[in-house]
């Protein structure tokens, strides 16, 4: 009986190392017990693939940490364990829908990863990956299912993956989402000392009948903006640049008293349940943008049918002060920050004009009016750029 532990050694000689290593291993294959697991790494000093760079064991070691993460994100649709070589949902409970449409997204945190590297903290990109995700599927008015993630780094840290995944699990716990499994990936070579890179799958389902897909919208509809807190996963290419040689660790008067890496850190809105909190009154959602990578300029005419644009009136929605800190040390016109950064607009949403009353009675201080579509070209102005 064990309750855990190391609770047996297998010991076996052999004419060199390979050799007692495959006699040990056969010994092993005569133990069983519920839950046992074994290591492959002890005895096996400068193996082949050690000296290439890759540590199996530090792979391992990993998995073993972030499992009760993992775990706690699983509802009664999560068939399989951790360690499966794929994960398992059970889809029955599609079947009360009447028409399910799966959705399904891809995505990364960009050079994000560089700023929690300076940082030292690790803990909030795994959110940022999952809001982010949430956000690309609830445009379309679907809600998550269940979330893949992918970690590669030239060498792996047990405890930095860790905290990454935790992140990933608290984000996903928060929105009702299984983290169904993932890859990590030890890849010496392709990138960089002390680099991280971040991935992740998200699936979700929507009625075909409550697809959101902006065909309905028309000329004079509101464009109403769910404010960011600042760059959420786009645009730190420019902002490391602009901002590299001051002190990221100083609380910063621009910055309300904030540090610039605690301002570049902040975590990626998700707005799951602004969106309900919208349905639930009866607004009639037509269309919704979430802006990412391109800014206003490229995400809105996403979701534009042909013939109408969109003006969107500068000054009418909180911008995040990091944005004016770039702007100062980069020498970025307003035009070039509108189309690399989001500049507070973390969702953009389109309603008939009857509906706005009823938008910003249902989220008080957490939407603004903010635009008008008009006949066009599917483009974005944006009025008061230089103001």
């Not at 690309?136 to 993956?161: H, N, T, W």
């Amino acid at each position: 009986m064990t309750a855990g532990g190391r609770v047996l050694a297998v010991s076996a000689t052999g004419p060199d190392l390979n050799a007692a290593l495959m006699s040990a291993y056969q010994g092993i294959e005569m133990v069983w017990f519920e839950g046992m697991q074994f290591r492959r790494d002890i005895g096996r000093t400068g193996s082949a693939y050690a000296q290439a760079g890759v540590d199996i064991a530090a792979g391992n070691r990993a998995t073993e940490l972030m499992k009760a993460s993992v775990r706690s994100t699983y509802n009664r649709a999560v068939l399989s364990e951790t360690g499966a070589f794929g994960g398992l949902y059970d889809a029955a409970g599609l079947k009360a829908m009447a028409a399910p449409v799966l959705v399904a997204t891809t995505d990364g945190v960009g050079t994000k990863t560089m700023v929690a590297g300076r940082m030292n903290q690790w803990d909030t990109i795994g959110q940022d990956l999952v809001n982010h995700c949430v956000n690309d599927i609830l445009v379309q008015g679907a809600r998550p299912l269940f979330f893949l993630d992918y970690v590669a780094s030239s060498k792996l840290d047990p405890q930095q993956v860790a905290a990454v995944v935790e992140g990933i699990a608290r984000a996903c716990r928060g929105v009702g989402c299984a983290l169904l499994g993932g890859e990590t990936a030890e890849m010496p070579g392709v990138y960089q000392p002390g680099e991280l890179d971040l991935a992740g799958t998200m699936v979700g389902a929507v009625e075909r009948g409550l697809l959101i897909d902006g065909s309905r919208i028309r000329a004079g509809d509101v464009v109403l903006a769910l404010p960011s807190n600042g760059l959420h996963t786009n645009g730190f290419s420019l902002a490391r640049m602009a901002l590299r040689n001051l002190d990221w660790d100083a609380p910063q008067p621009e910055l309300g008293g904030q540090s610039i890496g605690g301002a570049l850190l902040a975590v990626h809105r998700a707005y799951l349940s602004q969106f309900d909190a919208l349905i639930t009154v009866g607004v009639d959602v037509r269309g919704m943008a979430h802006i990412t990578g391109g800014g206003v300029y490229d995400n809105i005419p996403r979701i534009l049918p042909t013939g109408t644009a969109v003006t969107i009136q500068r000054g009418t929605w909180p911008e995040p002060a990091i944005f004016g800190l770039i702007a100062r040390h980069s020498g970025a016109t307003p035009h070039e920050l509108f189309h690399a950064f989001n500049m507070g607009i973390g969702m953009a949403v389109i309603v008939p004009a009857q509906d706005v009353d009823a938008a910003l009675a249902a989220l008080p201080d957490d939407i603004y009016r903010v635009g008008v579509v008009t006949t066009g070209s599917r483009t974005v102005t944006v009025e008061g750029l230089y103001v």
